[in-house]
């Protein structure tokens, strides 16, 4: 059992006016990885920022920041290069979005980065499931992607407890309404990697957020270890 649990800040809900000293702020505060949100207004109807910002954030942040790169984009193919250039470290695409997921995943892997595979609420799990030995990272979109505030859709635990039974040593990520109130539910289903946005960054005391998510999933992981 090789995963373990790790907290990454949505930093789209931060001050956008000072991304920068955000994103420091957050990994002072215990972040484990910093989840960044990309838009490109036809796969998802917001438009938020790409490789550019990256580029610059990486330059303001160093080298230890872990960037998720969530790409909610109609052609994912086209920005694996640019985004391995300006220092991104995971690229999530949706699976949704390409049509030849495998050469996709190669062509991630080539550049250097480690591959996430997104699900939106509509899609099964078993549509994922072929690529799961080929991936770094599973995530299991929680709420519909493309806006931020929205609540957490309990119903689609059942595809992190799948993905968790048939992919033990998986990282699965939770995106979408996590915070206090729904971590509990996540941590038991399996999944190890979290995703909060607004619960942690617009919180008086984020440090204490993190460290609350993070000790429920580690308690999840501990116990699904024990149970074996």
């Known amino acids: 059992m090789a995963y373990s649990a790790k907290i990454g800040p949505s930093i789209l809900s931060s001050d956008l006016s000072c991304l920068g000293s955000e994103c420091v702020r957050m990994m002072e505060c215990g972040a484990d990885y910093l989840h960044l949100d990309v ?3 036809h796969f998802v109807p917001n438009i938020t920022f790409g490789h550019p910002m990256v580029e610059c954030l990486r330059k303001s942040v160093g080298q230890d920041p872990f960037f998720d790169m969530h790409m909610m984009v109609s052609r994912p193919e086209q ?4 985004m391995a250039a300006a220092g991104a470290n995971q690229y999530t695409f949706h ?3 390409t049509t030849n997921p495998g050469n996709l995943i190669k062509e991630i892997k080539e550049s250097g980065m480690k591959v996430g595979l997104a699900i939106k609420p509509g899609t099964t799990v078993e549509e994922l499931a072929p690529w799961a030995n080929h991936i770094d990272m599973a995530l299991v979109m929680t709420v519909e992607p493309g806006f931020g505030g929205q ?3 309990e119903d ?3 595809k992190v407890s799948w993905l968790r039974s048939q992919f033990p040593s998986l990282d699965i990520e939770v995106d979408g309404g996590v915070g206090p109130d729904s971590i509990h539910k996540c941590a038991e289903a399996g999944a190890n990697m979290i995703v909060s946005g607004s619960a942690v960054i ?4 984020p440090r204490s957020v993190i460290g609350l998510l993070r000790t429920v999933v580690a308690e999840a992981i501990q116990k699904r270890s024990l149970d074996r």
């Open 39 to 41: 838009m490109d207004g």
């Open 79 to 82: 920005w694996v290069k640019p």
């Open 95 to 97: 699976l949704e979005a």
């Open 151 to 153: 609540k957490f859709m």
């Open 156 to 158: 689609m635990m059942p």
């Open 202 to 205: 617009g919180s008086d005391d």
